[in-house]
């Protein structure tokens, strides 16, 4: 045998006891976002690099140093995609959505970044993105964030915190950046080498530095939510009065600015102190000149994404556990004959009872391996198929969860008996 390849570094596979935690966030996510209107869309991986350029930034970590960027056979370069809002609008122009109409969109799937691998932070993370384009209204960002809360209780996920700030609009916010590059600019022996960096590019960002070094410093620079503009602010205030209304808890962080350059006004980020330095499972805000900046009209526009990989490592913290089991009934079956008739008995009971698990086992196993692994399969009843039931037209139920004795019966008195309640199919 040869070396066995491994997979790249920061590329996770994500395997079978896993599954039913990602498939969980997957459905509860669908559900809740259909009961607030917003429509599903699947997007390409791969994306022109001009695309992340305009949107995220030219100078961002991102896109100089993080992007798995190539220059295909047509001489094109193309970018697997970083992250999913870009996209979403790119779709939304490429396609004409937004031609005097408004959208609720999400998305959900894979993006590529190459950042040092930690825990919850892979090269390969998968999120999942919604997006209110053509809306305004603080009604919008309240609606996005109440749908995030709404998220964690269908998950049963607690001890996360609600963080909000408003970045106000890009003019107001240009001229505290003045205000914020002359006071760093003062304090520039203070400042370490990743901050010395931001002040050259975008001084908020040294706001939101984690150097317990620095937090003095931080603590006196010149206040956001003092210079923002006063639509900002008004906008900033009914979104608070709208989470009030609503129950939804929340604290303020003023240093909360977010990594990408096309945000406005409102940014908020869901925070948990249970998985260490990476504190944020879902972040977002407004970007109401996105749109522009890809080239179509003046669209107001909010959205935010969460981060699948770190949910899911929450709800493995929780003790979270899937509903039910990988089987509801395994097909026991030993000899040709039975094997044929069982293999039609488990085709019946999925086409009578829509949901219904059944599993037949496919190794041509003696009697004793197959119930070990009907046993391990957390099936409720294993169906049993030998010479004798075949001949007598009947089954073999053994209960693997109670202390039933096992009943030979028809196939279907036990789906009358043991099934009914599931509801049959018409």
Not at 3 to 31: F, H, K, T, Y
Not at 281 to 306: E, H, N
Not at 316 to 321: D, I, N
Not at 380 to 392: K, P, R, T, V
Request: one cysteine or more; glycine letters at 8%.
């Amino acid at each position: 045998m040869g070396d066995v390849i491994q997979p790249v570094r920061g590329m996770n596979d994500i395997l079978g006891e896993d599954a039913p935690l990602w498939e969980r966030l997957d459905c509860s996510a669908a559900g809740v976002f259909k009961a607030y209107g917003y429509d599903r869309v699947r997007l390409p991986v791969l994306e022109r690099t001009e695309l992340f350029k305009r949107s995220i930034g030219e100078l961002t970590d991102i896109v100089e140093k993080e992007m798995y960027t190539f220059i295909d056979r047509n001489g094109d370069s193309l970018t697997m995609r970083p992250e999913a809002t870009a996209s979403v609008v790119r779709a939304c122009l490429s396609n004409g959505l937004l031609h005097n109409r408004q959208q609720k969109l999400w998305t959900s799937g894979p993006m590529f970044r190459r950042e040092k691998p930690q825990k919850g932070r892979y090269r390969q993370f998968h999120q999942l993105s919604v997006e209110s384009l053509g809306y305004a209204e603080a009604e919008a960002d309240a609606e996005l964030i109440a749908m995030s809360a709404r998220l964690w209780k269908e998950l049963e996920i607690e001890r996360v915190e609600l963080q909000l700030n408003s970045l106000g609009t890009p003019e107001s916010r240009n001229r505290y950046k003045v205000l914020l590059t002359e006071y760093f600019t003062a304090n520039q022996d203070v400042l370490d080498a990743d901050s010395l960096r931001r002040l050259e590019r975008n001084p908020l960002r040294i706001l939101d530095s984690k150097n317990p070094t620095l937090q003095a410093m931080l603590a006196d620079a010149p206040s956001l939510a003092d210079h923002l503009d006063d639509e900002s602010k008004a906008h900033f205030e009914q979104v608070q009065t709208l989470l009030n209304d609503a129950g939804i808890a929340y604290t303020m962080n003023p240093r909360l600015v977010r990594g990408l350059d096309y945000y406005t006004r409102t940014v908020f980020e869901w925070v948990t102190d249970k998985l260490g330095s990476q504190s944020a499972i879902c972040s977002g805000g407004r970007y109401d000149g996105l749109v522009v900046q890809l080239g179509g009209r003046d669209t107001p526009a909010v959205g935010w994404a969460l981060g699948i990989e770190r949910v899911v490592e929450l709800m493995r913290m929780s003790e979270w556990k899937a509903a039910g089991s990988p089987a509801d009934i395994y097909v026991v079956c030993v000899g040709a004959a039975a094997r044929r008739t069982g293999f039609a008995h488990a085709e019946w009971l999925r086409t009578k009872f829509p949901g219904l698990r059944v599993v037949f086992d496919l190794a041509n196993a003696g009697l004793k391996p197959q119930l070990r692994r009907a046993d391990r399969s957390g099936a409720e009843f294993a169906l049993i198929l030998g010479d004798d039931e075949c001949a007598a037209k009947e089954v073999s139920v053994k209960p693997l969860r109670t202390d039933e004795p096992q009943e030979r019966m028809p196939l279907h008195a036990f789906a009358e008996k043991r099934l009914r309640s599931r509801g049959q199919k018409p």
